[in-house]
């Protein structure tokens, strides 16, 4: 059964910075695709960042230069490092984990949320 649990998200100032963890059991994040999402109140949910398996990232134009995605392959974790944070960063985040990517078969896992509020 695969799991993944996010950590790390709370309130902070704009202009401050935030490191969100994903712990994974069940599921190998190095294996595929991975990455983080987000959701603000109202909006659809959106990419924030990407990493293939070969640590190719891709980013969402709004956090370009501003956050870093990264994984630790020993301890199976993926993080999000957050750095200039702004008011329309507020959001729940949302860890994801690909199996089949660019198949018929790819599968999604996803976590439960971890919330992000920046206040101005």
């Known amino acids: 059964q695969v799991q993944l649990v996010e950590s790390g998200g709370g309130l902070v100032q704009a202009g401050g910075s935030l490191r969100l963890s994903c712990a994974a059991s069940?599921?190998?994040?190095?294996?595929?695709?991975c990455g983080w999402y987000r959701q603000a109140p109202g909006a659809q949910r959106e990419l924030v960042a990407t990493i293939t398996a070969g640590d190719s990232t891709n980013y969402g134009d709004s956090v370009k230069g501003r956050f870093t995605i990264s994984r630790d392959n020993v301890k199976n974790t993926l993080y999000l490092q957050m750095n200039s944070l702004k008011p329309e960063d507020t959001a729940v985040y949302y860890c994801?984990?690909?199996?089949?990517?660019?198949?018929?078969?790819?599968?999604?896992?996803w976590g439960q949320g971890t919330q992000v509020t920046v206040s101005s």
């Open positions: 069940g599921i190998i994040f190095s294996g595929d695709l």
């Open positions: 994801n984990a690909v199996r089949n990517t660019g198949t018929p078969w790819r599968r999604d896992y």
